[in-house]
Structures are given as structure tokens and as C-alpha cells.
């Protein structure tokens, strides 16, 4: 197969705004920044750096109307330590059709965009992902 997945792009009315919050939110790097778009990578040399797609800010000019049909989950090593980090960038807590029983928190962006914070992986589940050496 010859394609390769580049970037996920997320149209916002402004690009600045939700690229501050994910370039802080993931450590990303910033490589390219206009009025019309911004561009966030992993960082340079990181595990994720060529592998992961780029984030694609592109300008539109209507506001976001509804629930995201595509969103960004998270996995992060302490869930509640990291949601808290995230409203301290600025995301707000939502509600989508939760019903309490859910393992994930859902947040949205300083812009609306929906995100979910996961569980932390058990640390069964994280051996499972452990490649074997050799």
C-alpha cells in the first residue's frame, strides 16, 4: 500500500487558540503557524516523532455547531491528575450522553472540540503492550 496517514485536520474560527491549548496539552512542536493554519508534530527524536500524524489547524469561519464526529482520546498514567492539568490549559468538562459509568472523562477544548481522557492502563494491560526483546 502507498498511502500513509499525514495529519488529522480540525477546522476551528481560530487556529491560535486550539493549537496553544494541544501544542501545551501533548508537548508538541509548533513547525508551521499562519493565519490560515497551524501545523503541531511530536517532538523531535520522541518514539512518536513519524509515526503519529500531525495536527492540522485550518481556519473556517463558522463557529463549531454540535458534537465532533471525530475526537481525540487520551491515554494518559493518572487520569485524574491529567484532567486537571487539561482544565488548567483551559478545557472544560461535557456532557455527551454519558450516563456515570463511563471509565473516561470527556472534555472540550478552549475551542469545543470534544476529547476523552481515558483510564490509566492496568498494569497487566501494559505488559500486554510491551514488545518482547529480540
Known amino acids: 500500500m502507498t498511502l500513509r496517514w499525514q495529519c488529522l485536520c480540525v477546522d476551528v ?24 493554519e497551524v501545523v503541531l508534530e511530536p517532538p523531535a527524536g520522541s518514539p512518536e516523532d513519524g509515526v503519529s500524524p500531525d495536527l492540522l489547524f485550518l481556519r473556517v469561519p463558522e463557529e463549531k455547531a454540535g458534537k465532533n464526529r471525530l475526537h481525540l482520546d487520551l491515554r494518559p498514567d493518572d487520569q485524574a491528575t491529567e484532567v486537571a492539568r487539561l482544565e488548567g490549559l483551559g478545557a472544560t468538562r461535557v456532557e455527551v450522553g454519558q450516563d456515570g459509568s463511563q471509565s473516561w472523562v470527556v472534555l472540550a ?3 469545543g472540540n470534544e476529547l476523552c481522557v481515558l483510564r490509566a492502563l492496568t498494569a497487566e494491560e501494559l505488559a500486554e503492550y510491551e514488545m518482547p526483546n529480540g
Open 13 to 36: 474560527a481560530e487556529p491560535e487558540v486550539a493549537a496553544d491549548f494541544w501544542e501545551a496539552a501533548l508537548g508538541w512542536r509548533r513547525t508551521h503557524s499562519s493565519d490560515a
Open 109 to 111: 477544548d478552549p475551542v
